[in-house]
C-alpha cells in the first residue's frame, strides 16, 4: 500500500476534508508516548445502522490501515496493542488478504460500513470485535496467534454470499474463538461458516445467535468448550451445523464427543453419540426408500403413479422394519453406548407382568405347579369358584408349608431369566379358573421372551460383546 508521511499527503491523496477522528487517530498515531492507548470516538453506535453514520465519527480504512501498518512496523513487543472504540469505519479495508499484523486489535462498538474481506491474514496477537456492526466478515485461512473474539456482534450476512455473516474455513487461532452475546441485544443471524476451522478454545453461551443464525460446523476441532457443556444445549448447536446443502457432517458430533469425554463429561458424551448414531440410521433408511421415477413414454400419470407406490411397497415395508428395529435397539441399550438402561426395562417388564399376575391370584386364576399336589384331596376338594389357591395356601395342612405367593416375585421369575425366585416352580396360572389365568397363561411367554432379549443384550453391551467405541 501507499505510505504517507505526514496528513498533508493523507490529504493530497483523499483530500482536504478530514474527519475529526481522522485528525484525532492521526495526531494521536504520530506520539509514541501514546502508543497502546484507547482511542474512543464517541461511545457506542448507533445498532449498526448505516444510514445514520455520524461524519464526525468517520475513519476511512485507508487513513486506518496507514496508522495500523506505520505502528505495528515500529512498536515494541511490550506495547503492540490497538484499540478504537466508537468509530465508524468507512470503506472496504483492502490490503488483509495475505498480510500481516505484528500486534493486538480491538474494535469497540463500531460500525463496518462495508465488508471485512482478509483471507489468510496473519495476526501477532488477538483481534476482537466487540459490540461492533459488520455485514460480512471473511478471515478464511487466517492465523490468530492469540484469541479471535466476537462478542455482541451484530451481523445478518449477505444474501449475494449464502447468507454468511462470518467465513472463518481453515482458520487457526492459537487462543480461543470467543463467539458470545453481550449485554447488548446484537445478535449474529446470517451463516457462521467454521469448515475445517482449528481452535484451542471455544468459548461462547446459549444464546449468542438469534433464531435464524446457522453454522457450517463440517471439520471444525477445538481442545476444550468454554460454556454450555450439557448434551441437550450442544445437540441443539450442532442441529444447527451439521449439515449443509443438504449434506449431512457426522464429524462435529465425534469431535464434540471426544472433548467432553476429555473434559470428564461422560455421560454428556453418550448422549451425543447416540444422537449421531440415530441421525446416520435415519439418513440411512431415508436414502434406501428414496423412490426412483419410472420413465414412461405415455401420459398414463395415474398407472405411472401406481407403479411406483407398488415398487415402493417392499422398501417401505423394510423401512418400517429397520425404523422399529432402530428403536427397540436405541430405547433398550442407547445402541449399546448406554447398557444400563437395559435395567430400566426390566424394571417396566416386571411390572407390567406384576398387573396379571395380582388379579389371577386375587380371582383365583392360579394352581400349585406340582403333579403330586394337584392329586391330593387338600386341593381336589376345593370348590372351582372362588380363590382356591389362596384356600389350599392358607387353611390346608399340605398349602400352608407351601412357597407363598407374592405376585412381584413371580413377575420377575418370570422375566429374569437368569435368577430362580421359586415363584414359577411353585405356582402355575390355570386355563380352566377364569379369565385371568388364561390371559396370564399366554402373556407370561411373551413377558419371558421379552427378559430373555433383553436380558441378553444388557449382558451383551456390559461384556463387551456390543462395543461401540
Known sequence: MQRFQSIEDLEAMLGPNLSPAEQTLIIICSQPSLKGVVYDFGGPVDGGREANLEPGRQIRTE??????????ETWSQRNRLFKIAGAQIVGKLPFLADGRIAASIIFDSCIFQADIEAPRLKVDGDLVFKNCHIQYLDLSGAKIAGDLSFEGLSSRGRHDRDG????LQNIYVGGALII????????????????AASVGSLVDNAHYCSDKAQYILAGVTYDRIIGPIDARTRLKWLARGDHWNGEFFPQPYKQLAKVLDDMGH???AREVKVELERRLRQLFRRNQFRREPIETTNNVRLGTAIAETLLSLPKAI?????????????????YGYKPLLTIRWVAVLILLCWVPSYIAWQTGGFAPNSAVMLQHSDWITLPLEGNAAEIWATKTPTGRDWESFC????????????IDLGQTEAWAPSTTRGLAGVILWWARWVFTLAGWIVT???????TGVIRRE
Open 164 to 167: 454468511r455473516s462470518l467465513r
Open 63 to 72: 487513513i486506518l490501515l496507514h496508522c495500523l501498518y506505520d505502528l505495528f
Open 456 to 462: 441378553a443384550l444388557g449382558a451383551a453391551a456390559l
Open 407 to 418: 405376585a412381584i416375585a413371580y413377575a420377575a421369575d418370570v422375566v429374569i431369566p437368569i
Open 266 to 268: 461422560e455421560a454428556d
Open 318 to 334: 423394510n423401512f418400517l422394519w429397520d425404523a422399529t428395529l432402530d428403536w427397540f435397539y436405541r430405547s433398550i441399550l442407547g
Open 180 to 195: 458470545r452475546k453481550s449485554d447488548t441485544k446484537n445478535t449474529v443471524s446470517g451463516v457462521v461458516d467454521l469448515t
